[in-house]
């Protein structure tokens, strides 16, 4: 079943939870063995892979699978309203939009990955096709830019997400 947020997404059928589910094992995958260079390049692989597998829990949830994606502190930017600090904040925003909601496409393009150690700064754009349940759907675009945080336990998680929606194209006048 497919589900919408207004914020970001990836539409993937259902092969794609297969796809979705063997990001999230390597997002979470920790390999203290590689060299300095290597790991880097393999952390910055894991983090792609995080943002494919946030993307895949928006569309198939449940919304509290998404909180958990967040540092128990992390912080959603959304234009227009307060930031939403924590993850009780981030589920208690998401749980009614994802019941009244539905997303027919969405995807991160990464444009690049910042590493400094434990953390990580993805820089891209979203497309999306979502909106309310029984309505026609409309399409978002924008920048995206993400911190990602490795914690303890070797899993990255999303410190802080802000997005910069791209303003819609005028109507064309006749």
Do not use: N
């Not at 930017?77 to 009614?96: K, Q, T, Y």
């Not at 979502?130 to 070797?154: C, F, H, M, N, T």
């Amino acid at each position: 079943m497919r589900r919408t947020l207004p914020l970001r997404s990836a539409a993937l059928r259902q092969t794609g939870r297969i796809v979705g589910l063997s990001a999230i094992a390597a997002a979470c995958a920790h390999r203290p063995d590689a060299s300095p260079v290597d790991g880097a390049a393999i952390a910055v692989q894991e983090v792609r892979a995080a943002m494919r597998a946030y993307d895949s829990i928006l569309v198939y949830g449940p919304p509290d699978s998404t909180a958990t994606k967040y540092t128990a502190d992390g912080i959603l930017f959304i234009p227009g309203m307060e930031p939403l600090r924590g993850r009780r904040a981030i589920l208690d925003f998401l749980a009614p939009v994802w019941i009244g909601s539905t997303v027919l496409i969405a995807k991160t393009t990464v444009d690049t990955v910042e590493l400094l150690g434990d953390r990580a700064y993805l820089w891209g754009s979203y497309e999306e096709i979502a909106g309310p349940k029984g309505q026609a759907p409309s399409l978002y675009r924008g920048r995206v830019v993400i911190d990602w945080v490795r914690e303890a336990d070797g899993r990255w998680r999303i410190a802080r997400v802000m997005t910069q929606p791209t303003p819609p194209a005028p109507a064309a006048s006749h």
